[in-house]
């Protein structure tokens, strides 16, 4: 068994296989596009007589904090073969690309999780609940107009992948900087439809919607989206319902910063209708991603919180240390630090037995910071504990809009 980097005359095939055996790939067509995405991004495998059997691809990015923005990297793929699970292969992979990023100057790292407890192991933890909307365009509140929208097919990728990069980006908000994985998921879809407007300078693709249609009455699935203004957003919705007339059911994930249930007409009335139906109208809640920091310092020296702030030590526990080879220079975030937030923070090594002490998880850290949950909900559910009043103050200054990464991967 070798751990080693991906070698594409060397491993595409059998990473091929992995996805196949994985189910994430059903046939030749869709295996073409793991050259794109595998030619993205950076890649380490495990191999058993010299082939791939477990691959964790990574990818470089951006994750919006407030008005700063951090470096990403994103745990893009995570597969093991049928003959190599319970190996460990996942986990020592996953923390070595985790020591990779760090090394690279990521701040964060961030993946959309097969289940919850695997990557809790290397530090990972559990980001905001996201809302999935099942609603029936027809039942649309919206009455502005909208023009008739360019067609947009798998051979836009390079606009799609731009205009992503350009939507309006909240709290959280993620950019992968690879187009080749957008090109692949693009491929990915079945049963594809874009649809979009190109009003960006020089006449580039400004907003849009992606998705898979199904049938002649849905349900349709909404897998990307972009938009730059409150026009833009509301064009979209206006050409949404337009289908109306013909699509019963569309499934979107919540348009970030916006309370879609808003925008619906009779909301439970319609739900009690439909209930148990292929066209259910109902909103779930679901938190599928993770995050961790990888890089401290730079995620204090980005923090800006309002008030005057709170100093405390910092007691940190990094379970990804248990996972990394001895010869990992990088060996997590386990130590002894003093925090101060406030308009600026910082993060130093040491204590300070004058200040009040936080004990925490990486995890459960992590969630605090990104303004996943506060401070008084992780102490109950987490691995984070203080003093009362200590957590008092971590309330007061942790007043965060949800964060939403607005990019699956
Ligand atoms: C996810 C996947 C990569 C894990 O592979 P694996 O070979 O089981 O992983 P490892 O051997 O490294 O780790 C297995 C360990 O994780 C644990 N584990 C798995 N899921 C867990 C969970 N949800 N919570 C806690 N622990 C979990 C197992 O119990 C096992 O623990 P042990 O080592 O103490 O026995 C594999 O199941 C796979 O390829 N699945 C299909 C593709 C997929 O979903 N990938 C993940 C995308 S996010």
Same mark, same amino acid.
């Given at each position: 068994?070798?751990?080693?980097?991906?070698?594409?005359?060397?491993?595409?095939?059998?990473?091929?296989?992995?996805?196949?055996?994985?189910?994430?790939?059903?046939?030749?067509?869709?295996?073409?596009?793991?050259?794109?995405?595998?030619?993205?991004?950076?890649?380490?495998?495990?191999?058993?007589?010299?082939?791939?059997?477990?691959?964790?691809?990574?990818?470089?990015?951006?994750?919006?904090?407030?008005?700063?923005?951090?470096?990403?990297?994103?745990?893009?793929?995570?597969?093991?073969?049928?003959?190599?699970?319970?190996?460990?292969?996942?986990?020592?992979?996953?923390?070595?690309?985790?020591?990779?990023?760090?090394?690279?100057?990521?701040?964060?790292?961030?993946?959309?999780?097969?289940?919850?407890?695997?990557?809790?192991?290397?530090?990972?933890?559990?980001?905001?609940?996201?809302?999935?909307?099942?609603?029936?365009?027809?039942?649309?509140?919206?009455?502005?107009?909208?023009?008739?929208?360019?067609?947009?097919?798998?051979?836009?990728?390079?606009?799609?992948?731009?205009?992503?990069?350009?939507?309006?980006?909240?709290?959280?908000?993620?950019?992968?900087?690879?187009?080749?994985?957008?090109?692949?998921?693009?491929?990915?879809?079945?049963?594809?439809?874009?649809? %979009?407007? $190109?009003?960006?300078?020089? @006449?580039?693709? &400004?907003?849009?919607?992606? +998705? /898979?249609? *199904?049938?002649?009455?849905?349900?349709?699935?909404?897998?990307?989206?972009?938009?730059?203004?409150?026009?833009?957003?509301?064009?979209?919705?206006?050409?949404?319902?337009?289908?109306?007339?013909?699509?019963?059911?569309?499934?979107?994930?919540?348009?970030?910063?916006?309370?879609?249930?808003?925008?619906?007409?009779?909301?439970?009335?319609?739900?009690?209708?439909?209930?148990?139906?292929?066209?259910?109208?109902?909103?779930?809640?679901?938190?599928?991603?993770?995050?961790?920091?990888?890089?401290?310092?730079?995620?204090?020296?980005?923090?800006?919180?309002?008030?005057?702030?709170?100093?405390?030590?910092?007691?940190?526990?990094?379970?990804?240390?248990?996972?990394?080879?001895?010869?990992?220079?990088?060996?997590?975030?386990? %130590?002894? $630090?003093?925090?101060?937030? @406030?308009?600026? &923070?910082?993060?130093?090594? +040491? /204590?300070? *037995?004058?200040?009040?002490?936080?004990?925490?998880?990486?995890?459960?850290?992590?969630?605090?910071?990104?303004?996943?949950?506060?401070?008084?909900?992780?102490?109950?559910?987490?691995?984070?504990?203080?003093?009362?009043?200590?957590?008092?103050?971590?309330?007061?200054?942790?007043?965060?809009?949800?964060?939403?990464?607005?990019?699956?991967?």
């Amino acid at each position: 068994m070798t751990f080693r980097d991906y070698d594409a005359q060397r491993d595409l095939d059998s990473v091929k296989r992995i996805w196949r055996e994985c189910g994430w790939i059903d046939d030749d067509d869709e295996a073409a596009f793991l050259e794109d995405f595998f030619a993205a991004g950076n890649t380490l495998v495990a191999t058993i007589d010299g082939e791939a059997e477990c691959s964790v691809h990574c990818t470089p990015g951006t994750i919006a904090y407030q008005e700063e923005t951090l470096d990403l990297g994103a745990v893009t793929a995570v597969t093991t073969s049928h003959i190599s699970r319970k190996l460990g292969f996942a986990r020592q992979l996953t923390a070595q690309a985790l020591a990779r990023q760090a090394e690279a100057g990521m701040a964060v790292s961030a993946l959309g999780m097969f289940d919850q407890g695997f990557y809790d192991k290397v530090g990972f933890g559990t980001g905001a609940y996201e809302h999935m909307v099942h609603f029936d365009p027809a039942n649309l509140k919206v009455d502005n107009g909208f023009r008739p929208p360019k067609r947009l097919t798998t051979k836009n990728f390079p606009e799609i992948y731009t205009a992503m990069l350009g939507r309006r980006k909240g709290h959280g908000a993620v950019c992968l900087t690879e187009p080749r994985l957008m090109k692949a998921e693009l491929n990915w879809t079945v049963k594809p439809f874009g649809l %979009g407007y $190109y009003d960006g300078p020089g @006449g580039t693709l &400004s907003h849009f919607i992606w +998705g /898979e249609m *199904k049938g002649e009455h849905g349900p349709y699935s909404i897998t990307w989206r972009a938009y730059q203004n409150n026009e833009q957003l509301f064009e979209l919705l206006a050409l949404i319902k337009s289908l109306g007339d013909q699509v019963n059911s569309i499934h979107t994930l919540e348009f970030g910063e916006l309370q879609l249930q808003d925008l619906l007409k009779q909301p439970f009335r319609h739900n009690r209708a439909t209930a148990k139906g292929l066209n259910e109208q109902s909103i779930r809640a679901v938190a599928y991603w993770q995050a961790r920091i990888l890089n401290l310092e730079s995620c204090l020296a980005s923090t800006h919180l309002p008030g005057p702030g709170v100093s405390m030590n910092l007691v940190l526990e990094d379970p990804v240390s248990e996972h990394l080879p001895d010869s990992s220079n990088w060996r997590g975030l386990s %130590g002894n $630090y003093i925090v101060k937030l @406030g308009p600026e &923070s910082e993060v130093k090594p +040491g /204590e300070d *037995k004058s200040l009040p002490t936080l004990k925490a998880s990486i995890n459960a850290f992590s969630r605090l910071w990104l303004g996943v949950r506060p401070a008084s909900s992780l102490m109950i559910t987490d691995r984070l504990a203080a003093e009362p009043d200590l957590i008092k103050s971590l309330d007061a200054v942790f007043h965060l809009p949800r964060p939403h990464l607005g990019w699956d991967f």
